[in-house]
């Protein structure tokens, strides 16, 4: 429970926070998304509501670790650069989200 309030508040190193937990992390769940997506599993209320929980997980820790990013990089006490593209980058993803919810929306 404590990493958790620590990324929260943003008093993990932007590095840590960044490459560990945001890029890594995501790109695991991300990933493992991917592979229930492709299992063959048959359909039924039980599997499609799996994935909306683990869907919506997902999103949820994206938005958790957007957060906690932005707030490393404003504790961040080395290159400012860094912590800009950090920001940057959090800036970039948020509307690529949006723009993702909005064509899903048309669908």
Same mark, same amino acid.
């Given at each position: 429970?404590?990493?958790?309030?620590?990324?929260?508040? /943003?008093?993990?190193?932007?590095? *840590?926070? %960044?490459? !560990? %937990?945001?890029? !890594?992390?995501?790109?695991?769940?991300?990933?493992?998304?991917? $592979? !229930?997506?492709?299992?063959?599993?048959?359909?039924?209320?039980?599997? *499609?509501?799996?994935?909306?929980?683990?869907? /919506?997980?997902?999103?949820? %820790?994206?938005?958790?670790?957007?957060?906690?990013?932005?707030?490393?990089?404003?504790? %961040?006490? /080395?290159?400012?650069?860094?912590?800009?593209?950090?920001?940057?980058?959090?800036?970039?993803? $948020?509307?690529?989200?949006?723009?993702?919810?909005?064509?899903?929306?048309?669908?």
């Amino acid at each position: 429970m404590d990493i958790i309030k620590a990324l929260w508040r /943003g008093d993990l190193r932007l590095v *840590t926070t %960044y490459w !560990l %937990y945001g890029a !890594l992390g995501i790109f695991l769940l991300n990933f493992a998304l991917i $592979v !229930l997506e492709e299992f063959p599993l048959p359909p039924s209320t039980l599997t *499609t509501s799996f994935l909306f929980l683990y869907t /919506g997980f997902v999103f949820l %820790y994206w938005v958790f670790m957007c957060v906690a990013i932005w707030r490393s990089s404003l504790k %961040y006490e /080395g290159s400012m650069w860094w912590a800009a593209l950090a920001r940057l980058f959090v800036v970039l993803g $948020v509307i690529k989200m949006v723009a993702e919810l909005v064509n899903l929306s048309k669908v």
